[in-house]
């Protein structure tokens, strides 16, 4: 494919996305293939010689498109939004073509600097507290915050970087939080092994937390405690306390805490200030993982959520989840960046730069060396936006879940679980929890819909997550009326 090659199916593949995303409500939700389907239709061997674009596109329609799930969908409402935007889309097509790989400030400059000068506009678009954002001297007066590789001692040492993903994000804050305990049991006790402290760490999260909290735990070698929610699905100080009181009588080292700013099952919200009081008194990392509520923070209604983020070290929300953004872009914020830097960094003379002690290099913020141009996304998207556009999608998928939410209150057949705060509404059928396991099967059968289960204290619910971009209240009706016709012909079944 050479140059005029490219412009020419260039143009093809925005018209073939723009097709796809206008029509996209005539397709099924969910594919009707079966595991295995796509080998016996795609060729043994990779193709000796080159392809045409049009032969590829071909299979596309063929074979790639039966076996796609459409997240974009209107009638997707399963785990929470793949976000999306023209901007966003367009934005990853120029960082592909620009091809580069921002691992140091030298390796590509726009790439470093555009990243957390987009991470300080969103941070203060969510009020975020000033500890996590670097200085723009040219809007206030706040103390100048370097964001130099090398400027460790300063006060003032937040910030923030793009991951991969929220996993990701608390897996780098677990790793930050264990080098800084075994730092500091190293001090207490110089004689002490790295092996001794390591197989006494432990963390704690909610056992609604997302399972990336587990698996961080896992990778890092550390126990984690899953602890017991109230009735309203939250985390306490309370029960925080006495497990970390309980592990220290074993002469275990508690090290690292995660709130969640709503959780994966049902929304549900940390209390932070309690939790963020205990880490204070008993020297924890807190970090709060809001991979998807976090985007709230951008709407004052929402800014009470932020109470207790006085005591948090880090924090991650993910714009590719509500904010627009296309797959990938988590972000990642900390209160002090050289422990991130402590934790991750190795200096091979090959990465080395002249730079090095004026700039920032973003590899050290994460697992892989590599990085994207993520942030170009999220600068198309807020700009292409503004904040109020940006506002105006939360609040319209907070209101459309208010709707959904009461159309489900006006069938008695039927009961919310949980607080409905966000786009995202917990249902069931009354009654045993069959009932719903079988709603639940006959909706994703029927390809008319896609929703996906939860489970809290033994109750069986289903997750109605409002993720279409432009969803509207026609479309809350529809997906109440399939989910009415579905439960009408199950509760005449059972009750036959
Ligand atoms: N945390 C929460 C609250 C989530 O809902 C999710 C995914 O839905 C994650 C973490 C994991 O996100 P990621 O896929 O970006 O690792």
Not at 23 to 41: A, D, F, K, Q
Not at 246 to 265: N, R
Not at 369 to 391: A, N, P
């Amino acid at each position: 494919m050479d140059h005029e090659d490219f412009r020419r199916c260039g143009k093809d593949m925005v018209d073939f996305i723009a097709d796809y995303l206008t029509n996209i409500s005539e397709r099924r939700v969910t594919p009707e293939v079966e595991p295995g389907y796509l080998r016996p239709m795609l060729p043994r061997n990779a193709p000796e010689k080159g392809e045409s674009w049009e032969d590829i596109m071909k299979d596309v329609e063929r074979a790639i498109m039966p076996g796609i799930t459409h997240w974009q969908h209107p009638r997707f409402h399963a785990y929470f939004p793949a976000g999306n935007s023209y901007p966003s889309i367009l934005a990853e097509m120029l960082s592909s073509g620009l091809g580069i790989v921002g691992f140091s400030w030298a390796a590509s400059p726009a790439c470093t600097e555009l990243e957390p000068i987009t991470l300080d506009w969103l941070g203060r678009m969510m009020s975020l507290p000033a500890c996590f954002l670097p200085f723009n001297p040219a809007h206030d007066n706040e103390p100048e915050i370097s964001i130099a590789n090398t400027d460790c001692d300063s006060q003032h040492s937040g910030g923030g970087a793009l991951l991969g993903s929220a996993s990701e994000s608390i897996l780098v804050a677990m790793l930050a939080a264990r080098t800084n305990k075994m730092k500091s049991k190293r001090l207490e006790k110089p004689s002490i092994e790295d092996g001794q402290i390591l197989s006494k760490l432990v963390c704690y999260t909610s056992k609604l937390a997302h399972s990336c909290v587990e698996k961080a735990g896992l990778i890092a070698m550390v126990k984690v405690r899953q602890l017991a929610v109230d009735e309203h699905y939250s985390l306490r100080g309370k029960t925080l306390d006495e497990c970390i009181q309980a592990d220290k009588q074993k002469g275990l080292i508690p090290f690292f805490v995660c709130g969640t700013l709503g959780t994966t099952s049902c929304c549900s919200l940390d209390n932070f200030e309690e939790l963020g009081q205990i880490c204070r008194r008993e020297n924890l990392w807190f970090h709060v993982d809001g991979a998807y509520a976090g985007a709230a923070l951008i709407c004052n209604e929402f800014q009470y959520l932020i109470k207790g983020f006085e005591y948090v070290d880090s924090f991650n929300t993910n714009p590719n989840k509500w904010l627009l953004i296309n797959f990938d872009c988590s972000c990642f914020w900390v209160r002090d960046k050289c422990a991130v830097i402590n934790a991750m960094s190795v200096d091979p003379l090959y990465l080395q730069h002249k730079h090095a002690e004026k700039a920032t290099d973003l590899r050290h913020w994460g697992i892989a060396l590599s990085r994207r141009f993520r942030s170009l996304k999220l600068w198309f998207t807020i700009r292409s936006y503004g904040v109020e556009g940006l506002q105006h999608y939360i609040r319209e998928h907070c209101r459309l879940a208010k709707v959904f939410a009461s159309l489900i209150n006006e069938d008695d057949r039927f009961e919310i679980i949980g607080d409905v705060v966000f786009g995202l509404v917990c249902f069931r059928l009354k009654g045993k929890n069959k009932l719903t396991q079988k709603l639940l099967l006959c909706l994703n059968d029927s390809g008319q819909i896609h929703v996906i289960p939860s489970m809290v204290n033994e109750i069986f619910f289903i997750r109605f997550a409002i993720c279409a971009k432009d969803a509207c209240e026609y479309d809350m009706h529809i997906a109440f009326q399939i989910i009415q016709t579905h439960a009408d012909g199950i509760l005449f079944e059972y009750q036959k």
